[in-house]
T-cell receptor
Framework: AQSVTQPDIHITVSEGASLELRCNYS??????LFWYVQSPGQGLQLLLK??????LVQGIKGFEAEFKRSQSSFNLRKPSVHWSDAAEYFC???????????FGAGTQVVVTP | GAVVSQHPSWVICKSGTSVKIECRSL??????MFWYRQFPKQSLMLMAT?????????EQGVEKDKFLINHASLTLSTLTVTSAHPEDSSFYIC???????FGQGTRLTVV
């Protein structure tokens, strides 16, 4: 069965500092991987996705993620966070490109001045 | 632009009443749609798969008689929470099977 683990429930980062959110997955075949962001009371916004090809994926809002098959990881990074990046971030995996998604527990990001 | 439109964005209802949530595909003919639920401070969990012209399939632990799903056309799936109770208060969100985008979600509060 597929599963997603986001080890960090909560991360606090200073504005302007770099951010890295961890995501580990378990899936038998090549997974399709996604990162979403959710602001309080809002829906999900797709940041980026990985299907195949270049393992470094660029997304919106200055985010990028790197797929590492050997580590079963798909970590999200941003070189310099802005206060508006404070939100909940979810990693998701599916076995077919647009099918049922399995979500991680989420990581709450707090940005301090 | 948005490919999925979900309505309403939020709803408050009295315990024992029913609430209908719509998920509309704007650009695609969606033979399949997915309904997820997110309880406060929790992650999203798949509730059911909505299939156009046939019965929905429900995930384990989801009551099919309580959460009625209708997918009568290729652009519209509806989720009806019947006889809602406070424990049904949650964020309900839909997704097409053709895109990675989700609807805006519906926050249901049962009082």
């Amino acid at each position: 069965a597929q599963s997603v683990t986001q080890p960090d429930i909560h991360i606090t980062v200073s504005e302007g500092a770099s951010l890295e959110l961890r995501c580990n997955y378990s899936y038998g075949a090549t997974p399709y991987l996604f990162w979403y962001v959710q602001s309080p009371g809002q829906g999900l916004q797709l940041l980026l996705k990985y299907f195949s090809g270049d393992t470094l994926v660029q997304g919106i809002k200055g985010f990028e993620a790197e797929f590492k098959r050997s580590q079963s990881s798909f970590n999200l990074r941003k070189p310099s966070v802005h206060w508006s990046d404070a939100a909940e971030y979810f990693c998701a995996v599916t076995g077919d490109s647009w099918g049922k998604f399995q979500f991680g527990a989420g990581t709450q990001v707090v940005v301090t001045p | 632009g948005a490919v999925v439109s979900q309505h309403p964005s939020w709803v408050i209802c009295k315990s024992g009443t029913s609430v209908k949530i719509e998920c509309r595909s704007l650009d695609f003919q969606a033979t399949t749609m997915f309904w997820y639920r997110q309880f406060p401070k929790q992650s999203l969990m798949l509730m059911a798969t909505s299939n156009e012209g046939s019965k929905a399939t429900y995930e384990q632990g989801v009551e099919k008689d309580k959460f009625l799903i209708n997918h009568a056309s290729l652009t519209l799936s509806t989720l009806t929470v019947t006889s809602a109770h406070p424990e049904d208060s949650s964020f309900y969100i839909c997704k097409l099977n053709t895109e990675a985008f989700f609807g805006q979600g519906t926050r249901l509060t049962v009082v």
